[in-house]
T-cell receptor
């Protein structure tokens, strides 16, 4: 079967760094995407890893290790506006996104 | 360019009524996705289209749900008859067919079935 695991909630302090982990299980895999969703809003695309390694986009970075079936999203210099839910999703052999349950990031001042 | 457009943004209806949700994808995108999001079940893919053709509708809950895409700029999701358990936020998203890892979501339709 196919599955994704990510923590349900993570708490961090403004200005700090936080890492949100994601592990997956699937027989067909093309890459790992990350999306952000603020309360009451729609998911918005953050990053995609089609290959192993680190992808950096401003304060956000995403990492993938296919051999470990593992990825993470790294958020640096946390701001209060980063408080949101973060979803990892992998693209399966049918080019469909299979979504995790989301991680709620709580940022404290 | 306008993003994905959905209507209505909010819908309150009574059990047994027909509900029609509408979506206009981003111009040039040839893949369209309908999702449902609830606290209990998270984000679920209901159906997706490539070039207006339904590819996978295995996520459609039951025969009460149907979706159409008559042309590249319009899609509908219909629930008939609606039930209270259908209450959720319904999102439409679009992407290029070869870039489905990057989906652009509409603002969603918040449906409440009483």
């Amino acid at each position: 079967g196919q599955s994704l695991e990510q923590p349900s909630e993570v708490t961090a302090v403004e200005g700090a760094i936080v890492q949100i982990n994601c592990t997956y299980q699937t027989s067909g895999f093309y890459g790992l995407s990350w999306y952000q969703q603020h309360d009451g809003g729609a998911p918005t695309f953050l990053s995609y890893n089609g290959l192993d390694g680190l992808e950096e986009t401003g304060r956000f970075s995403s990492f993938l290790s296919r051999s470990d079936s593992y990825g993470y999203l790294l958020l640096q210099e946390l701001q209060m506006k980063d408080s949101a839910s973060y979803f990892c999703a992998f693209m399966d052999s049918n080019y469909q996104l299979i979504w995790g349950a989301g991680t709620k990031l709580i940022i404290k001042p | 360019d306008a993003g994905v457009i959905q209507s209505p943004r909010h819908e309150v209806t009574e059990m047994g009524q027909e509900v029609t949700l509408r979506c206009k994808p981003i111009s040039g995108h040839n893949s369209l996705f309908w999702y449902r999001q609830t606290m209990m079940r998270g984000l679920e893919l209901l159906i997706y289209f490539n070039n207006n053709v339904p590819i996978d509708d295995s996520g459609m809950p039951e025969d009460r749900f149907s979706a159409k895409m008559p042309n590249a700029s319009f899609s509908t999701l219909k629930i008939q008859p609606s039930e209270p358990r259908d209450s959720a936020v319904y999102f439409c998203a679009s992407s290029f067919q070869d870039r489905t890892e990057t989906q652009y979501f509409g603002p969603g339709t918040r449906l409440l079935v009483l």
